[in-house]
């Protein structure tokens, strides 16, 4: 079994576009690999979605649904200065 990939705690509020629009979410935690995170988001597992970080786009794809959030996995690696970004706090949309 790989090993999970270390995890910290966030509370970073952005948007994630989706096919449907823009919707605000707020990360809850965020490794090298993924984030999970709360909010009322429109997609289905399985489907890739856009967010910013540095200013720039990064995909993810939803792996796992809750009743408040779920998880997306990052397709690609994100950088240090991206993954430090996403694990600051920020108490508003």
Do not use: C
Not at 25 to 46: C, H, Q, R
Not at 78 to 91: F, G, K
């Amino acid at each position: 079994m790989k090993p999970r990939a270390q995890r910290w705690p966030s509370h970073w509020a952005l948007n994630i576009e989706t096919d449907q629009g823009e919707f605000p979410v707020k990360i809850m935690n965020v490794s090298e690999t993924g984030f999970k995170f709360i909010g009322d988001l429109p997609a289905d597992v399985g489907q890739t979605v856009r967010l910013r970080a540095m200013g720039q786009t990064v995909r993810a794809a939803l792996v796992r649904r809750e009743e408040t959030g779920g998880a997306f996995t990052f397709e690609g690696e994100i950088s240090a200065a991206q993954l430090a970004n996403l694990r600051q706090y920020r108490d508003y949309f």
